[in-house]
């Protein structure tokens, strides 16, 4: 009894809290005159969170048809000896038909005992498992591309090496498949490690919040923007006529040796509906250290940067609700850095203003908001929870501002937090954003013509 009078009591502290967001906004509406660039800021970012939080309630998990496609697993592994049997052996144990089920390991020329994890387990399997050892690696892509062209299944489906799916995951992940307009299908991610650290804390109320609620909102539309490593489907008919751009796609010049997921996702986005499957659920683990995340959180920032430009080529053929999120969602990063400097330290030390009080309750607000969500939504009333408002904070003191710097070093090829060789090619001391954006671009656009006959007969 006690645990639902809580949740009826969080629900509620939630909902009182964007009441008085959104009450604020509207009584001061009027203000905006006196501070246009904080008021139209402050309106647009809690309208486009708030429409987040709006759009998830009428999400719904695609529904159990009883749909049994033939399915292959790619797993690439890079140095991953440690994760990779367990995460095989989890596939393994999926509660889908074995002889519908193909598993393919891809070893990207590890310098650990990778190769034999895998063969050990390849072994046990039965046949179940066929496994591709690259002798120098080669990068993520060429793993997964060498994956998808071994195998012939019309669904083909990618788990990272360091996640582990539940027995119903893939069972439950194809049924969108049902829709014939569906190209991919990006399953729910948990925090495998979520008690290891403070960061692994924060991070399971993010990706609880991320999912949840910014998928599923993109979901309503069919169009979510990354169909995340960690668990995620493609129709094979959707990536074929993509899969050696996508392979050897570059950025400036350079090889895009990260972004996989992202990049594959944009070639499928544009011409069928991308969706999430919340009951789908894969665990990954995720950086216990701070430099390793902070690698980590560089490495997608960049592939934003790149993906971004590409995706807002196309994004305003979809849905206008699911296209305007997709565009504001693109210039709320490159603005708030300066918000924050403006409202912290401009307006004070400069202007003579009072301290950033507003700004900050704002903060907290938002930060309530994602917190009390998840305690309502994962029904865990100790202090986990508490960590989604440290990461707020965080965000404001470490993430924001890497934005800039991700920009300014979109073209590196290095992934940052692991030693690969493949794509590995001396910075440049020219910084990105003084090098015309207009290639990539025109990169991406000129395959257009050169797809479209292959699209319709697949289609």
Same mark, same amino acid.
């Given at each position: 009894?006690?645990?639902?009078l809580a949740?009826?009591?969080?629900a509620?502290?939630?909902?009182?809290i964007?009441?008085?967001?959104?009450?604020?906004?509207?009584?001061?509406?009027?203000?905006? $005159?006196?501070?246009?660039?904080?008021g139209?800021?402050? %309106?647009?970012?809690?309208?486009?969170?708030?429409?987040?939080?709006?759009?998830?309630?009428?999400?719904?998990?695609?529904?159990?048809?009883?749909?049994?496609?033939?399915?292959?697993?790619?797993?690439?592994?890079?140095?991953?000896?440690?994760? %990779?049997?367990?995460?095989?052996r989890?596939?393994?144990?999926?509660?889908?038909?074995?002889e519908?089920?193909?598993i393919?390991?891809?070893?990207?020329?590890?310098?650990?005992?990778?190769?034999?994890e895998? &063969?050990?387990?390849?072994a046990?399997?039965?046949?179940?498992?066929?496994?591709?050892?690259?002798?120098?690696?080669?990068?993520?892509?060429?793993?997964?591309?060498?994956?998808?062209?071994?195998?012939?299944?019309? %669904?083909?489906?990618?788990?990272?090496?360091?996640?582990?799916?539940?027995?119903?995951?893939?069972?439950?992940?194809?049924? $969108?498949?049902?829709?014939?307009?569906?190209?991919?299908?990006c399953?729910?991610?948990?925090?495998?490690?979520v =008690?290891?650290?403070?960061?692994?804390?924060?991070?399971?109320v993010?990706?609880?919040?991320?999912?949840?609620?910014?998928?599923? +909102?993109?979901?309503?539309?069919? +169009?979510?923007?990354?169909?995340?490593?960690?668990?995620?489907?493609? =129709?094979?008919?959707a990536?074929?006529?993509?899969?050696?751009?996508?392979?050897?796609?570059?950025?400036?010049? &350079?090889?895009?040796?990260?972004?996989?997921? =992202?990049?594959?996702?944009?070639?499928?986005?544009?011409?069928?509906?991308?969706?999430?499957?919340?009951?789908?659920?894969?665990?990954?683990?995720?950086?216990?250290?701070?430099?390793?995340f902070?690698?980590?959180?560089?490495?997608?920032?960049?592939?934003?940067?790149?993906?971004?430009?590409?995706?807002?080529?196309?994004?305003?053929?979809?849905?206008?609700?699911?296209?305007?999120?997709?565009?504001?969602?693109?210039?709320?990063?490159? %603005?708030?850095?300066?918000?924050?400097?403006?409202?912290?330290?401009?307006?004070?030390?400069?202007?003579?203003?009072?301290?950033?009080?507003?700004?900050?309750?704002?903060?907290?607000?938002?930060?309530?908001?994602?917190?009390?969500?998840? $305690?309502?939504?994962? =029904?865990?009333?100790?202090?986990?929870?508490?960590?989604?408002?440290?990461?707020?904070?965080?965000?404001?003191?470490?993430?924001?501002?890497?934005?800039?710097?991700a920009?300014?070093?979109?073209?590196?090829?290095s992934?940052?937090?692991r030693?690969?060789?493949?794509?590995m090619?001396?910075?440049?001391?020219?910084?990105?954003v003084?090098v015309p954006?207009?290639?990539?671009?025109?990169?991406?656009?000129?395959?257009?013509?050169?797809?479209?006959? $292959?699209?319709?007969?697949?289609?």
């Amino acid at each position: 009894m006690l645990p639902r009078l809580a949740s009826f009591a969080v629900a509620a502290y939630l909902l009182l809290i964007l009441a008085a967001i959104v009450a604020y906004k509207i009584a001061f509406a009027g203000q905006i $005159a006196l501070d246009p660039w904080f008021g139209i800021y402050g %309106i647009v970012v809690t309208t486009y969170i708030l429409s987040r939080f709006v759009l998830s309630l009428w999400y719904r998990a695609p529904m159990d048809v009883g749909l049994r496609p033939r399915v292959a697993v790619i797993m690439p592994g890079f140095n991953e000896e440690q994760a %990779i049997a367990s995460s095989l052996r989890s596939i393994l144990a999926l509660d889908y038909p074995a002889e519908l089920l193909q598993i393919i390991a891809v070893n990207d020329g590890s310098t650990d005992d990778t190769i034999g994890e895998m &063969r050990r387990v390849e072994a046990e399997a039965g046949g179940r498992i066929r496994v591709i050892d690259f002798p120098e690696n080669r990068g993520k892509r060429a793993a997964m591309a060498a994956g998808i062209r071994a195998t012939d299944a019309e %669904i083909v489906a990618f788990v990272d090496s360091d996640s582990e799916l539940e027995p119903d995951a893939m069972a439950k992940l194809v049924q $969108a498949f049902d829709d014939e307009r569906v190209g991919a299908v990006c399953g729910h991610a948990e925090v495998l490690n979520v =008690r290891e650290t403070w960061l692994t804390k924060m991070q399971a109320v993010r990706y609880f919040v991320a999912f949840k609620v910014f998928k599923a +909102a993109e979901s309503v539309f069919g +169009a979510v923007t990354c169909c995340s490593g960690c668990f995620s489907a493609y =129709r094979r008919d959707a990536i074929m006529p993509r899969l050696d751009w996508w392979e050897t796609q570059t950025f400036l010049g &350079r090889e895009s040796t990260f972004g996989d997921d =992202r990049s594959l996702t944009n070639c499928v986005l544009r011409k069928w509906r991308v969706v999430y499957h919340a009951d789908a659920v894969s665990h990954t683990a995720v950086p216990t250290t701070f430099k390793k995340f902070m690698r980590q959180q560089a490495r997608w920032k960049r592939s934003w940067t790149r993906e971004s430009l590409l995706v807002a080529t196309f994004m305003w053929r979809k849905h206008p609700a699911a296209s305007l999120a997709v565009y504001v969602g693109m210039i709320l990063p490159l %603005i708030a850095p300066i918000t924050a400097l403006r409202a912290v330290f401009w307006r004070p030390l400069v202007q003579g203003h009072a301290a950033p009080l507003i700004y900050l309750v704002g903060i907290y607000a938002i930060a309530l908001v994602y917190s009390l969500y998840f $305690a309502v939504r994962k =029904r865990q009333y100790d202090t986990l929870w508490i960590y989604g408002i440290a990461f707020v904070f965080f965000y404001l003191a470490f993430m924001l501002w890497q934005t800039y710097y991700a920009i300014f070093t979109s073209r590196t090829a290095s992934w940052g937090t692991r030693p690969a060789t493949a794509g590995m090619i001396k910075e440049d001391p020219v910084p990105a954003v003084l090098v015309p954006r207009a290639a990539a671009v025109a990169q991406f656009a000129a395959t257009e013509h050169q797809t479209d006959d $292959a699209d319709r007969a697949v289609r």
